[in-house]
């Protein structure tokens, strides 16, 4: 017998080991644990043998979730505490616990899907179901219905997904729109790295993802939403456009921006200008 088969680790068992090399990162899972040749580090490997919570990440808050949102939902392995708040009675608690309730499937929400000056309670689910276009028709698309809070119709141009609710102006909504805003400016535009002969975003410079330059420069467009959603765009823009949005080809100009307008929830300007 070699010396790889006496000591290769029980592959078999699914008790976290607790005798890891201490790291100062959050560890992850193993990816060789749960293969069929299991981890040859054995007791030596720094990542996690199975999905188990350990003692080190249950005594640890979320970070993330503390800030305003943790992507993991329920699937975190750290703690998902909400800030300490000031002591009140019984019935105020229960009250602000209703208030919390997502106003369409009537559950706690996982992740709440906050609106822009609205201060109804979602979850990002239904929301982002009641958002999109899938199912509806092109007059409920076309009223701009879907964009809007479904209880007070208040327009909101996106929907931001945070771990706490805050109510319109609470500042801490406006601190949880920014970081998200933040985060998502690391990633990269899929219409702006499809147009690389011709740079293009039909959102330009009011896009909330990054546009950058092949040096590593940030690409910053003339014009906004409106200009570029008002505006013929033709050639291999287009189709970019086009597949992004299951838009016909051969529709007419005004036909295809006004899907993509509608698609986006973002409305149209008067002066629409065919290709």
Not at 21 to 41: D, E, I
Not at 93 to 101: A, F, G, P
Not at 132 to 140: A, N, R, V
Not at 229 to 258: F, Y
């Amino acid at each position: 017998m070699s010396d790889r088969d006496t000591n290769a680790p029980d592959t078999t068992s699914n008790v976290p080991d607790t005798t890891r090399p201490v790291t100062s990162k959050p560890r992850g899972t193993c990816k060789y644990y749960n293969t069929s040749r299991g981890c040859y580090a054995g007791d030596r490997c720094k990542f996690l043998h199975g999905h188990p919570l350990t003692p080190y990440d249950q005594s640890k808050t979320c970070k993330f979730y503390a800030s305003g949102w943790c992507s993991r939902g329920d699937k975190c392995w750290f703690i998902h505490a909400e800030p300490s708040k000031p002591s009140s009675s019984s019935s105020e608690q229960d009250s602000d616990e209703e208030e919390q309730l997502c106003s369409i499937c009537y559950d706690k929400p996982v992740t709440y899907g906050l609106l822009i000056g609205c201060s109804h309670v979602f979850c990002l689910p239904c929301i982002k179901n009641w958002r999109g276009s899938e199912g509806k028709s092109s007059e409920i698309l076309e009223a701009g219905t879907t964009k809007t809070c479904p209880m007070c119709r208040t327009t909101s141009r996106y929907v931001t997904p945070s771990s706490l609710f805050f109510a319109e102006g609470d500042p801490r909504k406006a601190d949880a729109i920014e970081k998200y805003k933040n985060s998502m400016a690391r990633v990269k535009c899929r219409y702006f790295e499809r147009s690389s002969r011709k740079r293009f975003c039909p959102f330009g410079k009011d896009c909330f993802f990054k546009h950058e330059n092949d040096d590593g420069t940030p690409y910053v467009f003339s014009y906004g939403v409106e200009h570029y959603m008002g505006v013929g765009v033709c050639g291999s823009t287009c189709i970019l456009i086009i597949a992004e949005t299951s838009v016909r080809s051969d529709a007419a100009p005004e036909t295809m921006m006004k899907t993509i307008s509608l698609l986006h929830g973002i409305p149209m300007v008067a002066d629409l200008k065919p290709c």
